[in-house]
């Protein structure tokens, strides 16, 4: 199975929940081909909602938090207290981000703001969820925006998670759809039969072939 499987399966039981006017936004990059036929199968528009990983600042690998365009970072208390840091040591971190975040919006959507979301039911999706950091801030920065737009639901879709992580995601949106959660799980990838790495063209290249706004 690879990612475009993966959505078009999500995409059966999503339309089962009979949403009347949602609109998909992916993380990119791994989530887009998944969030591509779940769009067509809604009929749909599908957009970015831009993300990033904030590093420990001697380990960039190790995440301690996320932040999501439009939104606040949001910071996992327990590894914080784990490496012994407090948030504003990774101010610089979270600026660099910024940058970052901001760089991919204009690649991404070259300025466009987001799809309207006011009145509608929002899905974001994603590939699979590990620790989730990144999907708890896409849920909160929908949040903030869908208070000041008077939204529907916000619906969180994938493939395949972590069952904690999944159960912890369920208390930041309406609705959690997973196809899968692995009793032993230890990474998004290692539940897919294709995984490759997307570039910034594949995701544009997608976005290209999707419902518009």
């Known amino acids: 199975m690879d990612r475009a499987e993966a959505g078009e399966l999500l995409a059966e039981a999503l339309v089962g929940l009979r949403l009347p006017d949602p609109v998909v936004l992916a993380l990119p990059r791994g989530g887009v081909p998944v969030a591509v036929p779940i769009g067509a199968a809604l009929g749909a528009p599908v957009d970015v909602l831009v993300t990033r990983k904030i590093g420990h600042p001697g380990q960039p690998e190790l995440g301690l938090g996320a932040i999501a365009e439009g939104g606040e970072p949001v910071f996992d208390a327990a590894m914080l207290e784990h490496v012994g840091l407090e948030p504003d ?66 619906i969180l879709a994938v493939p395949v998670a972590a069952g904690e992580t999944a159960r912890a995601l369920a208390e930041e949106a309406d609705e959690v759809v997973v196809l899968a959660v692995p009793a032993h799980f230890r990474a998004v990838g290692q539940h897919y039969m294709a995984f490759d790495q997307l570039t910034d063209a594949d995701v544009l290249a997608l976005l290209s072939g999707s419902a518009g706004p």
């Open 89 to 154: 040591d990774l101010a610089v971190v979270v600026e660099r981000e910024r940058r970052e975040l901001a760089r991919r919006v204009q690649v991404y959507r070259g300025g466009r703001e987001l799809p309207p979301l006011a009145g509608r039911d929002v899905i974001v999706v994603d590939d699979g969820l590990a620790t989730g950091g990144t999907a708890r801030a896409a849920l909160r920065a929908v949040r903030g925006r869908m208070r000041t737009q008077a939204g529907g639901m916000v």
